[in-house]
């Protein structure tokens, strides 16, 4: 079974720092990009970015570049997602998920993992 | 900021067929790219329930289906259950001037009434 699970919530204060993780098993986790997605408090879904595991090139939206750093280690199958300086407007929910398809521009996002809550709160 | 528009919200009574749209422009879904959709539960992560348009992946009753065309894509639900009551959310490819990007629709709200 092709899973993601994600590492549990977190409770951080403004201008901290934050790496959260998605751990994929089940498939050949070098081989399909991973992707983030944040859902704000009683808001949609905002796609912020992707890894390829297998080379680690990363793809940004423009709403994010320079907000969050992806990487990922495929010795341990993990992706990541991180803050260097946390702000309130960072609270959140963040879901990591596997894309599907042929070529970039066809992919569709699963499975999703379950989701990491993340509050930014003095 | 979602380039994906869809209505806030949709009702149906058990059994009846209710369908969600999904509009975007011609960046997005008008340039060609595929539309998928996404049924969340409340509490819940985001699920796949229609890829490449129309298609349902395994599991997925028959009850869901999907179709796309110009600008636009739909959703369509029939024999609505209370177990369909749930957020779902379209999402395709963009190809706008500010760069290359995965966008979903702005979600709307089923309610089984």
């Known amino acids: 079974e092709v899973q993601l699970v994600q590492s549990g919530a977190e409770v951080k204060k403004p201008g901290e720092s934050l790496k959260i993780s998605c751990k994929g098993s089940g498939y050949s986790f070098t081989s399909y990009w991973i992707g983030w997605v944040r859902q704000m408090p009683g808001k949609g879904l905002e796609w912020m970015g992707i890894?390829?595991?297998?080379?680690?090139?990363?793809r940004y939206s423009p709403s994010f570049q320079g907000q969050v750093t992806i990487s990922a280690d495929k010795s341990i199958s993990t992706a990541y997602l991180q803050w260097s300086s946390l702000k309130a407007s960072d609270t959140a929910m963040y879901y990591c998920?596997?894309?599907?398809?042929?070529?970039?521009?066809?992919?569709?996002?699963?499975?999703w993992g379950q989701g990491t809550l993340v509050t930014v709160s003095s | 900021q979602s380039v994906l528009t869809q209505p806030p919200s949709v009702s149906g009574a058990p059994g009846q067929r209710v369908t969600i749209s999904c509009t975007g422009s011609?960046?997005?879904?008008?340039?060609?790219?595929?539309v998928h959709w996404y049924q969340q539960l409340p509490g819940t992560a985001p699920k796949l329930l229609i890829y490449g348009n129309s298609n349902r992946p395994s599991g997925v009753p028959d009850r869901f289906s999907g179709s796309k065309s110009g600008t636009s894509a739909s959703l369509a639900i029939t024999g609505l259950q209370a177990e369909d009551e749930a957020d779902y959310y379209c999402?395709?490819?963009?190809?706008?001037?500010?760069?290359?990007?995965?966008?979903f629709g702005t979600g709307t709200k089923v309610t089984v009434l």
């Open positions: 998920a596997r894309l599907g398809g042929m070529t970039t521009v066809t992919n569709w996002f699963d499975p």
């Open positions: 011609s960046s997005n879904i008008g340039a060609g790219y595929d």
């Open positions: 890894i390829y595991p297998g080379d680690s090139d990363t």
């Open positions: 999402q395709s490819y963009d190809s706008s001037l500010s760069g290359p990007s995965y966008v």
